[in-house]
């Protein structure tokens, strides 16, 4: 089934400075419209936007860092009414303090993704602030106490690389449902600030992680590879690649449609008003679909740029970059539209749709001629050109497979993966009998 977790970024303001972060700059640059905080009541907008018009059960809600969102408990309190399962995706750095945590708790948080970016010293110099580890273990220690779940998040750059067996401890010492390894990507700012150098080789990230997969699924926890190529690993660690297309059916990921409505400027900033959609409605069967449509002055917006250099001066905060431009009129126009057919639910024909659009948005991006001759290289991201271009194309080794002639479909690998599904999803990934069948097993 397509996941219903939606995702907010409440503003670029955080209390780290972590080398590889996507928005790097925006947290540097205190004017930047992305920096700012978010009122409360715009935050509580978006949530039930994802509730009512996304039918979304579940959020992971971001900062910059929103454990000093001065709203954070009204918002998490908020979601759990809507009945969205509150995540907050942390560096957990201001939870040292035992009663500052336990307000989370009586908040009614659902679990923390902690992002886990080194050990000791080396965490330190990653995240940009002497004594951060003590404070992240002493965090730790406090959820433990408090019994609130926690998953992770590690960042594979060149700076942990040899850190990752610790890392993997840590989440076996404090129960974690499941960690997740991401590729040390180019986006967002880190497409100007990246370093190449930083970047560690494929090859040593499979001889690394590999056997760190099979001790954490033994103890029944979830492993993710984000943001790389299948052929970095073996075909036993494959079914751990998630990646674009088989992040639409990973329940610990965000909803392709909703994801693009979240991305456009307006939902992201602070000061703009979250953009309006026309609401268009028709009948199918004797019942009344909505569907969305991009606001009518978008059709216009030639004239705003007509107009620019006369009555809309250029701010002072940081430019977007040239890259950028397209992506976001690309997410400003689009609007998915939805044909409902027999066998596939919307989510999926929003997804279907949107493929198309993210391809022509990174196809400069992603992919080389040699993995033209991969026989799975319609469901995998490809490898970025930057890595191509320090480390050259020997990391790519196009995949061969007899499947009798069947379609490979983006779940190719990943249906036998080791996946967690807590207890308050089961009534929307299994049936009635599997409930019960999996109850009378307990």
């Not at 419209?33 to 009512?52: N, R, W």
């Not at 995240?127 to 590690?154: T, Y």
């Not at 497979?401 to 379609?407: C, F, K, V």
Request: with cysteine; aromatic share 14%.
């Amino acid at each position: 089934m397509p996941t219903r977790r939606g995702v907010i970024w409440l503003g670029q303001t955080c209390n780290l400075n972590c080398y590889f972060c996507y928005f790097a700059e925006r947290i540097a640059d205190k004017t930047h419209p992305e920096h700012a905080f978010f009122t409360l009541q715009k935050a509580k907008d978006i949530c039930k936007i994802f509730v009512d018009d996304y039918g979304l059960n579940s959020i992971d809600i971001q900062g910059g860092e929103p454990t000093i969102y001065p709203h954070i408990f009204k918002l998490i309190r908020y979601c759990n009414e809507i009945g969205l399962k509150p995540t907050l995706i942390t560096n957990l750095i201001s939870l040292a303090n035992f009663e500052h945590a336990k307000k989370f708790k009586d908040a009614g948080v659902y679990d923390f993704l902690v992002s886990l970016q080194g050990i000791g010293d080396t965490y330190n110099k990653v995240v940009g602030k002497k004594n951060a580890f003590s404070k992240q273990m002493q965090a730790l220690e406090n959820l433990s106490k408090l019994q609130i779940p926690i998953r992770v998040n590690a960042v594979l750059s060149n700076e942990i690389i040899n850190d990752l067996e610790g890392i993997t401890k840590l989440a076996l010492k404090y129960n974690a449902r499941v960690v997740n390894f991401l590729g040390y990507n180019n986006t967002g700012d880190q497409k100007l600030i990246r370093d190449t150098y930083k970047i560690p080789y494929y090859d040593l990230i499979a001889q690394k992680l590999e056997p760190l997969i099979d001790t954490l699924e033994s103890n029944n926890i979830e492993v993710n590879l984000r943001f790389l190529p299948f052929c970095i690993v073996g075909e036993k660690y494959r079914k751990n690649i998630q990646n674009g297309d088989q992040m639409l059916y990973d329940n610990h990921e965000w909803e392709a449609s909703s994801r693009l409505w979240i991305d456009r400027p307006a939902q992201r900033r602070a000061k703009e008003k979250i953009e309006k959609r026309r609401t268009k409605y028709y009948l199918s069967r004797f019942k009344i679909h909505k569907i969305y449509r991009g606001n009518l002055k978008e059709k216009f917006i030639w004239t705003k740029k007509l107009l620019k250099p006369f009555f809309y001066p250029s701010p002072k905060y940081a430019p977007i970059l040239p890259y950028q431009k397209p992506i976001l009129e690309k997410l400003r126009f689009y609007t998915p539209d939805t044909k409902f057919i027999k066998g596939h639910s919307k989510v999926e024909h929003f997804y279907f749709e949107q493929k198309d659009v993210f391809r022509e948005i990174y196809k400069s991006k992603i992919h080389h001629k040699k993995c033209e001759s991969c026989d799975i290289k319609n469901i995998c991201d490809g490898f970025t050109l930057d890595f191509i271009e320090e480390f050259g194309s020997s990391a790519i080794k196009p995949i061969k497979i007899s499947n009798g002639g069947g379609e490979v479909t983006p779940t190719f690998y990943s249906r036998d993966q080791l996946k967690v599904i807590e207890r308050a999803e089961w009534e929307w990934f299994f049936t009635k009998d599997e409930i019960s069948r999996i109850e009378k097993e307990k």
